[in-house]
């Protein structure tokens, strides 16, 4: 969602991209002695806009398995203008997938074929980075983030009164 997050530190206040927020495992852009002040969502008033977040997990208070989070944009005229894609538990940090957003870009919401999602999926699938261990193995988690993906994208589509043809 193009979300920030501002920062407090030695040097004063400072603004990052959450997607930028994250270093590695247990790795942020804070620094020692810094404080996470806020973290800000801008919001337009020129488009409408939904977002969804689905994910795996052995049970309600696990650790996801793996995790995608979309948003999606449309126009007055119901054209799809940005879409985004975050995928998390399958990289080292969370990750956008650029592909899986451009596949949407410029459909009518009336009329968005599944094919489109599925591609999305796949796109997103291709970015994931996913590692085995005793939760899940790497290529389950490849496979199921494109699932995750496709459903959420189609969550949104849903809520802005579109339709998956």
Do not use: H, Q, W
């Amino acid at each position: 969602l193009d979300a920030k997050a501002k920062i407090l530190g030695a040097a004063g206040e400072d603004a990052v991209p959450l997607i930028g927020f994250f270093k590695g495992v247990n790795r942020t852009s804070v620094s020692n002695g810094g404080l996470l002040l806020e973290i800000t969502i801008p919001l337009s008033s020129n488009a409408r806009t939904e977002a969804s977040y689905r994910r795996i997990d052995r049970t309600v208070v696990d650790i996801a398995l793996v995790n995608a989070a979309a948003s999606v944009t449309v126009d007055s005229s119901n054209k799809i203008t940005a879409a985004r894609v975050a995928l998390g538990a399958v990289a080292p940090v969370i990750l956008r997938s650029t592909a899986a957003e451009n596949a949407l870009l410029g459909l009518d919401l009336s009329t968005v074929p599944e094919t489109r999602l599925e591609a999305a999926g796949r796109a997103a699938g291709a970015d994931a980075k996913p590692i085995s261990d005793v939760r899940a193995s790497a290529d389950y988690r490849r496979s199921m983030v494109k699932v995750m993906t496709k459903r959420a994208l189609a969550d949104c589509i849903e809520k802005l009164g579109g339709a998956v043809i």
